[in-house]
């Protein structure tokens, strides 16, 4: 098959590279319908992470169980399955905790930008549909397995309540699903900083009540400014950077928390300064498992549309554009049809 | 009055201090029976935070009620009452929502190691016992008013809950009373971290199943192997140092939470090893007011002896010694008599 491999900084192709196959008997290969790029999968194209050798890429999928290995429970051939971007076996003592991206045999999965996948921990990690479902909800069950589980798992990391305000720094896919994911939760006042009048105009679809244009200390005073002076009772940081990091916490009220899902690039705190923000601060790497069996009947029951992220649409062979698009702002986030 | 006055790194003096008076109608006057030295105390004695000019010291009080301004309301003279280290008017949104420590209107105590001491915002601060009460119980009520108080912060910051499995890092007045908090919140397990045999008897009194000596690596080590190498659902950081709080950020399971209520003297925190330790992070100047009414009712109605903490009791004129005593660590915590 052909799959995603970055060469260096801005240099994507689309290549040759060893068809998948049952290595454990714990895995399961899929077959993809549809795949995309993460934002996350910027920084390395950016040369911000940089890499030692040519990387295949890709770690959000959803798609049809080809094969399992012979150790493979309650997964078959033929179903339509959801997994995370951290393989899981949902059994160890980090996984009953809630925590499947902390699993004591996580696995990172790494080429999913290709028609089909090795899935390792297949029982624990994958999460099957009911039914097959129709191609029109592909892209948001795809959405599930990452963007739209990391916004929901930051919006709950900011302990999110029904009533409560709240703010989100960042207006990538993560950023709007996480405003799409403050709703579900009941949040009444949603606050989205964005200044790209597309990114606008979906975050109010998902839920925002208000835009904050401002960023870094003038954000955070119209921030305040809205909320009587107080600040924000939960605050979503999707970006990882030290502004997004300092906005966050600045916006949020004594005793509010900060749910913080950007992957941090150089963001360093003042323990001090933290001390006396009052802040309550919890993120990392998503545990989307917890999230997958919730997520995935919200989007087969039609009651929410994560897959609105997706503004561009292209063929994978066209994956070096894809990434492009993102890069410069021109999409949002990029699905890939294999 | 003689008070208690810091002229610089281990100068303190007893000496002639102006009598408190009624400055605001929202001020009382209090007279304090005992009051005490906290460990936060040694930071400037130790000359670690530098101060500018000759400095009043004591944050911790209880005491007999004098005098009241024309606008306190529910404190009258005569009443016994206790206080937190920071004033606060009890209404503004931050104390509504429990961050009285926030308050708007907060004011840092620093006056208290006197035989008088005059408290803004009265009717916000104060809490009476709802009796007079004996003697032998004034020092564990002074306990509830900062060291007590704090130690609760940490362990419910930590997300201390029934059956949970605790770890405390600093084995000072507020890490041993962290221990006596947990336990009533109900920990199965707790485990102190403390190399003094003397507080090592203190802290199993108060409810501590395991004592780590290591620290460190080791000591983090240590609490993976009693954890079967899963890490301690909550985690009390009880010093301030940077050491200090590794070692609380290492020793908690992913999803697990550090309580961290040592005020951080140059604690920087990495946001990548954070975010990938998927640990919920809470802290800050303990909101007493909010625990006064419950803390003071477990005292008077003999549940619980904080005062414990107290190995030595001194006339307030020898204070220097009590510094003194604590700095060599003496002393856990000293009282004073004025």
Not at 25 to 53: E, F, H, K, M, N
Not at 77 to 104: I, L, R, T
Not at 298 to 309: A, M, R
Request: aromatic share 6%.
């Amino acid at each position: 098959m052909h799959g995603t491999v970055l060469y260096g900084p801005r240099d994507v192709r689309f290549e040759e590279r060893e068809d998948p196959k049952i290595v454990e008997p714990t895995d399961a290969i899929l077959r993809l319908p549809a795949t995309c790029v993460c934002g996350s999968d910027l920084w390395p194209y950016r040369g911000l992470q940089p890499i030692d050798s040519p990387t295949p890429m890709g770690h959000e999928y959803c798609g049809f169980v080809e094969e399992v290995g012979s150790a493979v429970r309650n997964i078959k051939p033929g179903q339509f399955v959801v997994g995370s971007f951290a393989a899981s076996d949902n059994v160890c003592p980090h996984c009953q905790y809630g925590y499947q991206s902390s699993c004591e045999k996580r696995e990172w999965m790494l080429r999913a930008q290709a028609p089909y996948l090795r899935v390792p921990l297949a029982s624990g990690t994958l999460v099957p549909a009911p039914d097959l479902p129709s191609a029109d909800l592909v892209p948001s069950l795809l959405a599930t397995s990452d963007v739209l589980g990391t916004g929901w798992f930051a919006a709950d990391a900011a302990n999110v309540k029904p009533g409560g305000t709240v703010a989100v720094v960042g207006d990538g896919a993560e950023g709007l699903l996480g405003i799409l994911s403050a709703k579900q939760m009941g949040a009444e006042r949603i606050i989205a900083m964005s200044r790209h009048e597309p990114r606008q105009k979906l975050a109010r679809e998902f839920g925002a009540t208000d835009i904050v244009t401002e960023r870094g200390a003038d954000g955070v005073a119209r921030i305040r400014d809205l909320t009587k002076g107080v600040g924000a009772d939960s605050v979503l940081e999707c970006v990882g950077t030290q502004e997004a990091m300092m906005q966050a916490i600045q916006a949020t009220r004594p005793g509010g928390s900060v749910g913080y899902v950007g992957v941090p690039h150089k963001v360093d705190l003042d323990g001090a300064q933290l001390f006396f923000s009052h802040v309550r601060l919890h993120g990392g790497p998503a545990p989307v498992r917890r999230y997958l069996p919730h997520l995935i009947g919200l989007v087969l029951n039609g009651k929410i549309n994560p897959g609105k992220v997706f503004d561009l649409v292209l063929p994978l062979n066209q994956v070096a554009e894809a990434y492009k698009a993102m890069d410069e702002r021109r999409a949002i986030k990029a699905l890939l049809r294999p």
